[in-house]
């Protein structure tokens, strides 16, 4: 396809060599990408025909066009606010995992890949073991042990790209399509239609709650800004190191992404993209540059929030910006748990009496296990959380931090948590001198940045399928690297064979 057929976000002849270019992406992916979420949009609201389209869509990608395959399974198995829990009759982090399973079981694998899965095995072990110490039952643990384990995810590009050609460049500039067009969405659905449609599972989706449908929409009312919830944006996690190092963005394509952004009042998620847009830039003065503007835009951000209206309902800031740094601010100031419970928009709430149950029955080592909030019946795990405003949601299981590294230390202790800190590091040491392999480390660092925030995390399907991708995608650019090994392993059996 021409130059002329292609969206006009490319290079031009005024460029500088020594400059990013222009993004550039073919017209007909970008098409590709609109129809997919489009589809998908509608699945999360439950429109009958969605159900035929999407899996209509994902199979001629995977026939015609491996790309669109690899980013639409991952967009598909992580929901993203696009569908969520409820939309199918078996969870989507199922399907992947089991899909990923067989992967494993069909998929030659050389001796890089068969390294990371032996550490991913020894890693399922030992939270395994672990999960062993708790009073609850295996059977209900199990299901949340899986989640753990959403890494092995990074199999399915593998077998995507088994005997085909894969290319870096391209695959990277295939993605901004589907992070920009959700954007758009975000930006369409909070700034103009007010409500729950293009992105229908952002309100409160985690909890099943307020879900809009195609015959019950949530709309707000014009001039009634929600805040859309950023499991969404999180996707901004696959290109935020090409728009460091590799590409630059119109202005036009900025304002959506910024609108967008806002929509969200998440201030964890903004941190993450100005931390890896700073962190990863080529150049040192460049990571100076962006540490002073994101400076400059965090200060005037808070004075303009400052003059804004306090939200009534949960008494923050409009804009989330003044009411995230004063908590902050005031922590030193706290002079009881009541005061230290408001830190992190009320989450360190759920965390204390939690904690303190773990270290009453000395489990700060292994933990309390894997409760499950509904299928948890153990009366030695349930307690009640004097920090709630909400009475009636006080009495609850032990589990639950929306903050995922306190989650993580809650259900497997300390030993759980220095295992999984450890087997991630390790994921990147394994790759880091392959080409490309700061792409899966920025995605990992986004991810556990967003952790704090307990939107995803290395322990959720959402953090891991991308994590998964990224790190699918540094194996198949480096492969004549990965698989020279295989080849001299293989030459090397046939010479012992001969003698």
């Known amino acids: ?26 017209r007909r992916h970008w098409l590709n990408a609109l129809i997919f979420l489009l589809c998908m949009s509608m699945m999360g609201l439950q429109f009958p025909p969605a159900y035929l389209f999407v899996p209509v869509i994902l199979i001629r990608s995977l026939i015609k066009d491996r790309y669109d395959a690899a980013i639409q399974l991952t967009i598909f198995f992580g929901g993203y606010a696009l569908i969520g829990e409820g939309t199918l009759p078996i969870k989507t982090d199922d399907i992947m995992f089991l899909v990923s399973v067989v992967g494993v079981c069909i998929y030659r694998k050389p001796p890089l890949v068969r390294k990371v899965l032996f550490g991913l095995l020894l890693y399922a072990a030992a939270i395994i073991i672990l999960a062993s110490y708790s009073e609850e039952r295996m059977s209900v643990q199990i299901r949340l042990i899986r989640y753990y384990l959403g890494f092995i995810y990074f199999i399915v590009p593998l077998m995507l790209f088994a005997g085909r ?28 239609i007010c409500g729950q ?23 707000y009312g014009i001039g009634n800004f929600p805040r859309k ?10 290109v935020v190191w090409s728009i460091a190092r590799k590409y630059r963005l119109q202005w036009y394509v900025w304002i959506i992404i910024i609108l967008a952004f806002l929509s969200s009042k998440t201030f964890t998620m903004i ?9 990863f830039q080529a150049k040192k003065t460049k990571t100076l540059g962006y540490g002073i503007a994101a400076t400059i835009l965090l200060a005037v951000g808070y004075m303009v929030d400052s003059t804004l209206p306090i939200n009534p309902v949960n008494e923050n800031s409009t804009l989330r910006i003044k009411s995230s740094l004063d908590q902050i601010f005031v922590l030193d100031e706290s002079e009881d748990d009541e005061d230290i419970s408001e830190f992190g928009s009320g989450r360190l ?24 909030p509904e299928l948890t019946k153990n009366t030695k795990y349930i307690i009640e959380n004097e920090y709630y405003t909400d009475v009636e949601k006080s009495i609850e299981v032990a589990t639950g931090i929306e903050i995922s590294p306190l989650q993580v230390f809650l259900t497997i202790g300390y030993i759980g948590l220095i295992i999984h800190l450890l087997f991630f590091i390790w994921l990147y040491v394994v790759i880091r001198k392959l080409k490309y392999s700061q792409f899966y480390l920025s995605v990992m ?30 194996l198949l650019a480096n492969r004549e690297e990965v698989w020279k090994s295989q080849s001299k392993e293989y030459s090397q059996q046939i010479a012992r064979q001969n003698d």
């Open 165 to 192: 050609e894969f290319d870096m460049e391209e695959f990277l500039r295939r993605l901004f399509p589907y992070i920009i067009i959700v954007c758009a969405f975000y930006v369409l659905d909070g700034f103009i």
């Open 271 to 279: 941190f993450g993209v100005l931390f890896c847009l700073m962190v």
């Open 445 to 474: 660092i986004f991810v556990f940045i967003a952790s704090l925030g307990g939107f995803m995390g290395w322990n959720m399907t959402t953090g891991l399928a991308m994590m998964g991708l990224s790190y699918g995608a540094v």
């Open 349 to 372: 709430a759920q965390a204390m009496p939690k904690f303190e149950l773990m270290y009453k029955y000395d489990k700060q080592w292994t933990g309390l296990g894997f409760l499950h």
């Open 1 to 26: 396809m021409t130059t002329a057929a292609a969206i006009d976000i490319q290079a031009t002849a005024s460029d500088s060599p020594t400059k990013k270019p222009y993004l550039h992406v073919e």
């Open 229 to 238: 919830y950023p499991w969404g944006l999180f996707l901004f996690a696959l």
């Open 197 to 219: 449609v293009l992105i229908p599972r952002s309100p409160l989706g985690f909890e099943g709650a307020d879900t809009s449908k195609y015959n019950d929409l949530i709309l």
